[in-house]
């Protein structure tokens, strides 16, 4: 990466935490967007350690921005601002209701909700109510929730299975080592576990035109193209059982306008290519090369134009730029074969998605799927956007989705950022066709190589292949059966704080997931005043075999045991082998109490904390 001044190669790390936040030219239309009508039915509810609102929705939304202010002796002081959950990126939501525990217990709070039609466009606030978190008492709230094995129930999305985001796949051919391990062969040992555990279908990574694999150059002024790297990265990626999905980018240094803007530590070029004809002639020629190398199976593979461009950080030039090569690069891949899907922005932050559809809508381009990205928050509903601007029939993937957009942020590492996944996944299922969690392994090096084996790093796999906390969420969705079942909620809690998920599989066992959680990334070690007692009662199970499997600070949480194994850099010997004790989830039979037909499970669920009930079939 480099500087914007000079262009001449800085710190990495440090050069992206300036300019990170910088958009790149935002300039141009709102694209018709509307005004929006505040939320209706604004209501909130006390409970202990947190406010749970709600309200009804607004037609048009793509998502709510909760806004809040202190009371003092019963006034408001100060205006109504945003209520910040940490979360580093798009502070909106898509739900109707939110879970507030950001605020003093005890102390009162006036909350207001807007409509939010447009990532960057916020509409007029709710009329307000004030309300306060009930402080502690030293008994534990308990949630009653209830279950019938014999309901009809509906299928059951799963929108983890589709996707999952990882390091530039040239790394898949890497002898180097960190922490002693050598990285190719973790990470394609990362990406076929993952494709074995949790049933992930593709893979998504950047920069496959960058110069480590040696597609493009020139030689006496012409092009010169050779495919073999790509094949090399795409032949081992294959032999896992994944796909790639094909993110068009960045740009051959030979190609480039101006090869000295870069970004990341191997630095991959963001800049406009010189020649807009050669460009399409490489696009072309990559898409032809994989079509004739694996077949009609590239049909099905998704190709999306670049990386975030509207962050300077990933695109030197203009946004009118970036639609220019939307459009050269889109009718390049439809020039091979107008079956094969291809779409974008591939923005951060939900940003330029309205600016595509403007202008495809107008140029002309295909768009078969939007993709946009978000961190800290569940992903916003697109839905009405696409509507809006005439591309109802376009998929909608989210390419990119974590608990935090921060490289080495200690979120990452531990309890609190799986029951973040659990509750994005369940938010998202149904109104998403992939949430892509960002990334699969460690052994990732955008801003460095990792300096630890606990660093924060973006894995759901640490460098050595122990699973975090996240994998272990993952799997915990992968064990779900194919119909979701309804689930009945009652408590101080229900319905925000503790989340549900309920299936019955095909063999007729029941697979039953219960969470707390909080975006609030403040209480990410933990609230013991957001803990509860929790009561399932499964009515039709009585008598049949039931298992738990935890997830939380004492069970599966790599943090937890490091800390007691004293692993503070690098584990060395017989740490490694200590390590795996938290690579598996260890399921474990309970005794159940019996009220008629109904198999009763009651437990202690700590925040941050999940739980799989698994009931045998009968």
């Given at each position: ?53 709600s309200w009804s929705p607004v037609p048009g939304a793509v998502g709510y921005l909760v ?552």
């Amino acid at each position: 990466m480099t500087s914007t001044s000079d262009h001449q190669p800085a710190d990495a790390r440090s050069d992206w935490e300036a300019r990170i936040a910088l958009r790149s030219d935002e300039t141009g239309t709102t694209y018709g967007t509307p005004v929006l009508s505040p939320p209706d039915g604004l209501a909130a509810h006390a409970g202990v350690g947190h406010v749970r609102l709600s309200w009804s929705p607004v037609p048009g939304a793509v998502g709510y921005l909760v806004h809040r202010a202190a009371v003092r002796d019963g006034v408001v002081v100060g205006e109504l601002t945003p209520v910040d959950h940490l979360g580093g990126d798009v502070l909106s939501v898509p739900d109707t209701w939110y879970v507030d525990t950001t605020g003093e217990p005890g102390q009162p709070y006036t909350y207001a909700v807007a409509a939010v039609p447009e990532v960057t466009v916020t509409g007029p606030l709710s009329a307000p109510l004030t309300c306060a978190s009930l402080p502690a008492t030293g008994v534990t709230p308990t949630v009653e929730l209830a279950v019938d094995a014999a309901a009809t129930g509906m299928p059951l999305a799963r929108p983890w299975q589709p996707m999952i985001g990882s390091e530039r796949l040239s790394q898949l051919l890497c002898a180097d080592t960190s922490g002693g391990r050598e990285i190719g062969v973790e990470l394609l040992a990362a990406l076929r576990r993952i494709r074995e555990e949790v049933g992930v279908e593709t893979v998504r990574a950047h920069s496959i035109l960058h110069d480590d694999l040696g597609v493009y150059r020139e030689v006496d002024g012409e092009p010169v193209l050779d495919f073999t790297g790509i094949d090399r990265v795409y032949d081992l990626l294959l032999s896992t059982g994944l796909r790639p999905v094909v993110e068009i980018g960045f740009m051959p240094r030979d190609l480039a306008s101006d090869p000295e803007r870069t970004v990341f530590q191997y630095r991959g070029v963001i800049s406009p290519p010189k020649d807009w004809d050669r460009w399409a002639e490489l696009v072309r020629a990559l898409v032809a090369h994989l079509l004739d190398r694996y077949g009609e199976e590239v049909l099905g593979w998704d190709f999306e134009v670049w990386n975030e461009a509207n962050l300077e950080v990933f695109w030197s030039g203009t946004r009118d730029e970036w639609m220019r090569l939307y459009d050269v690069t889109a009718r390049a891949v439809k020039d091979v074969d107008p079956r094969i899907p291809v779409g974008g922005p591939s923005s951060a932050a939900a940003g330029w998605v309205d600016a595509l559809l403007d202008h495809a809508r107008r140029s002309g381009a295909p768009v078969d799927f939007v993709s946009t990205h978000t961190y800290g928050s569940p992903p916003l509903d697109l839905r009405p956007t696409l509507a809006r601007l005439g591309f109802p029939d376009a998929r909608i993937l989210w390419t990119e989705w974590g608990v935090t957009p921060t490289h080495f942020h200690p979120v990452n590492d531990g309890t609190s950022a799986a029951t973040f996944l659990l509750s994005g996944m369940r938010s998202a299922a149904g109104r998403v066709d992939a949430l892509s969690y960002w990334v699969a392994s460690d052994h990732f090096e955008e801003l460095g190589r990792p300096p630890r084996l606990l660093h924060g790093g973006f894995g759901l796999l640490t460098v050595g292949g122990i699973a975090k906390p996240r994998y272990h969420a993952l799997r915990m969705l992968s064990q779900l059966g194919e119909t979701e079942l309804p689930v009945r909620a009652a408590g101080d809690g229900a319905t925000g704080l503790v989340q549900t998920w309920a299936s019955r599989r095909s063999d007729g066992s029941l697979a039953i997931l219960v969470w707390a959680h909080t975006l609030d990334q403040s209480k990410r070690d933990g609230d013991s005043s957001l803990a509860r007692r929790v009561r399932l009662a499964v009515d039709g199970a009585a008598g049949r075999t039931v298992t738990v499997t935890r997830l939380d600070r004492e069970h599966g949480d790599v943090t937890t045991l490091a800390g007691r194994l004293g692993i503070t850099e690098w584990p060395a010997g017989e740490q490694w082998d200590a390590l795996r004790a938290v690579d598996a989830l260890a399921a474990e039979k309970i005794e159940t109490a019996t009220e008629g037909r109904a198999a009763v499970v009651e437990l202690h669920l700590p925040q941050p904390g999940a739980v799989l009930i698994e009931v045998a079939g009968s």
